[in-house]
């Protein structure tokens, strides 16, 4: 099982549409979760951290459930520029004092919005 | 603020051949550094990371090597290049321990003929 799983997707909607992605992870030490966007052929950008109370940029909101080891991403009225790759990354610990958490990412959850 | 350049943007080179991929960091001082690498369709594999000058961890056993000779430079290279090292090699960078919260830089896109 891979450790962190998404739909490759692609998910084709409609602009103005809402879509929501789903990610799931395995480990249950992982303290922190991210959203990135990659577009074709250029390197990830962070769209947002994801927090357990849930969090909202615009139409962004990203939701975390520990309990089911399980995030989304929702985006609303969808528009032609948010046609890109979504990554779902967790933090692996590295169980040493000092050690920095290993990122983790999920392979990535196609977007294409259309007119 | 803080800005990461990576270079050369492509790079084709035959097998066999030596690699140097060069990252630099600007904007801040002691950073952690990090490889990684998209292969085509696949999720990014990290390969080294660095928390200081001259201080490198390797993730996966491979015949590439990195090194941090300045506080914001890290670079990757190989001496024999294999078919199987094509890729998108991408650089990132971490503010000290307080954050997880990686930013990466432009990337390299490497063709191995």
């Known amino acids: 099982r891979k450790e962190v799983e998404q739909d490759p997707g692609p998910f084709n909607v409609p602009e103005g549409a809402t879509v929501a992605f789903n990610c799931t992870y395995s480990?249950?030490?992982?303290?922190?979760f991210f959203w990135y966007r990659q577009d074709c052929r250029k390197e990830p950008k962070l769209l947002m951290s994801?927090?357990?109370s849930g969090n909202e940029d615009g139409r962004f909101t990203a939701q975390l459930n520990r309990a089911s080891q399980y995030i989304s991403l929702l985006i609303r009225d969808s528009k032609l520029s948010d046609s890109a790759t979504y990554l779902c990354v967790v933090t692996r610990p590295q169980g040493f004092s000092g050690g920095y958490n290993k990122l983790i990412f999920g392979a990535g959850t196609r977007l294409a919005v259309h007119p | 603020s803080q800005t990461i350049h990576q270079w050369p943007a492509t790079l084709v080179q035959p097998v066999g051949s030596p690699l140097s991929l060069e990252c630099t960091v600007e904007g801040t001082s002691n950073p952690n550094l990090y490889w990684y690498r998209q292969a085509a369709g696949r999720g990014l594999q990290l390969l080294f990371y660095?928390?200081?000058?001259?201080?490198i961890s390797s993730e996966v056993p491979q015949n590439l090597s990195a090194s941090r000779p300045q506080d914001r430079q890290f670079i990757l290279s190989s001496k024999k290049l294999l078919l199987s090292d094509s890729g998108f090699y991408l650089c990132?960078?971490?503010?000290?321990?307080?954050?997880?919260?990686?930013?990466f830089g432009p990337g390299t896109r490497l063709t191995v003929l």
């Open positions: 660095s928390v200081g000058i001259g201080q």
């Open positions: 994801v927090y357990s």
């Open positions: 480990n249950s030490a992982s303290q922190s």
């Open positions: 990132a960078w971490r503010r000290g321990e307080s954050t997880d919260t990686q930013y």
